[in-house]
């Protein structure tokens, strides 16, 4: 999605939930460079949130992005010259993420990919239990949102 694109599916979401889904290339272990892995995403997610006022800061000054910067706050960041979407997870039952996986073009499950990663990356993948506050999605990866 464009950045124009973005901004309209997410015009007026102000903390409103919306469903969102994207897919993006999971980068393989060196020893397995020639495997194309993909992740898709489908999630109900929140948008338009300030992070600086969400209750689990309790207050904290929040500061600058640690990276990019705003183009239209709180929904659409630049890095690099892309646009990114910034999304709040909702982490709540039904509504949780919901992650398929593709190896060469085949179905595959997270412990499948896992081992096609480094130690750490397949670490990270396995852990589903981390609390994400917020995130962004780069726009060329959506394929959905609103």
């Known amino acids: 999605m464009t950045q124009k ?9 102000k903390g409103q939930y919306v469903s969102a889904e994207w897919q993006s290339t999971v980068k393989p272990a060196a ?36 990276w990019g910067e705003w183009v239209q706050f ?6 690099k010259g892309q646009p990114y979407a910034r999304l709040y997870p909702t982490g709540n ?7 398929t996986f593709t190896i060469n073009g085949q179905p595959a499950t ?9 130690p750490s990356a397949a670490r990270d993948l396995l852990d589903t239990s981390k609390d994400i506050a917020c995130f ?9 949102l609103g």
Do not use: F, W
Not at 93 to 99: D, T, Y
């Open 5 to 13: 694109e973005i901004l309209l599916a997410l015009a007026g979401c």
């Open 31 to 66: 020893q397995h460079s020639g495997v194309n892995i993909t992740k898709r995403v489908k999630s109900t997610v929140r948008a338009g949130i300030d992070y600086a006022n969400m209750a689990r800061n309790e207050g904290k000054e929040t500061g600058a992005l640690p």
């Open 74 to 79: 709180p929904y659409v960041i630049s890095h």
């Open 93 to 99: 039952g039904s509504q949780r993420a919901s992650a």
């Open 110 to 118: 997270r412990e499948q990919v896992a081992t096609l990663l480094t």
């Open 136 to 144: 962004t999605v780069k726009g060329e990866n959506l394929i959905a």
